[in-house]
């Protein structure tokens, strides 16, 4: 294995940063005229030989019943883009990501392809959008792609650290 041995990239020192504690807390639009959603939880991210991360959320659904969420986040270096998942215990549909930098870089985009919000039986683009504010913000939104070429944002969350 030792010429399996892989060093990280300057792409995988970046999602270093997102390693720790976090809180969340976050708000959703479920449809238009509808109050929105909120919900809150916790998150420990943890790295995998450096590059790799692993999230592994707890919160709450709006039910009130509780929800576990992953997500695992890498860079290939071969595609030249970033790579992960991201999975729920309230949905069968495990997200595939495909991402990007922004320039700046404190803009991670990554995007997916998923069920429509107003018809199930098509598929949608959708894009979960990680801003670093500083190093213990971070915002997550999610945006999906209309019918009609334009992005709406429907979920925010402001994740903090705690440790």
């Not at 809150?40 to 995998?48: A, C, D, H």
Request: hydrophobic fraction near 35%; aromatic fraction near 10%.
């Amino acid at each position: 294995m030792g010429a399996m041995k892989a060093e990280p990239q300057d792409e995988h020192r970046w999602l270093q940063q997102l390693v720790g504690r976090w809180t969340f807390e976050s708000e959703a639009q479920m449809g238009p005229g509808q109050p929105p959603i909120k919900s809150s939880g916790k998150e420990t991210v943890r790295s995998i030989g450096g590059l790799w991360v692993i999230a592994d959320g707890e919160g709450t659904m709006p039910d009130g019943n509780p929800a576990t969420m992953i997500m695992t986040l890498g860079y290939d270096p071969k595609k030249g883009r970033f790579v992960g998942t991201w999975l729920g215990s309230m949905m069968t549909l495990m997200w595939v990501y495909d991402g990007f930098l922004d320039a700046g870089r404190k803009v991670l985009t990554l995007e997916a392809e998923g069920p429509s919000f107003t018809d199930e039986s098509k598929t949608a683009k959708y894009r979960d959008i990680i801003t670093l504010e500083s190093t213990d913000h971070r915002i997550l939104t999610s945006r999906v792609l209309g019918e009609d070429g334009t992005w709406t944002e429907f979920m925010t969350a402001h994740y903090r650290r705690i440790g």
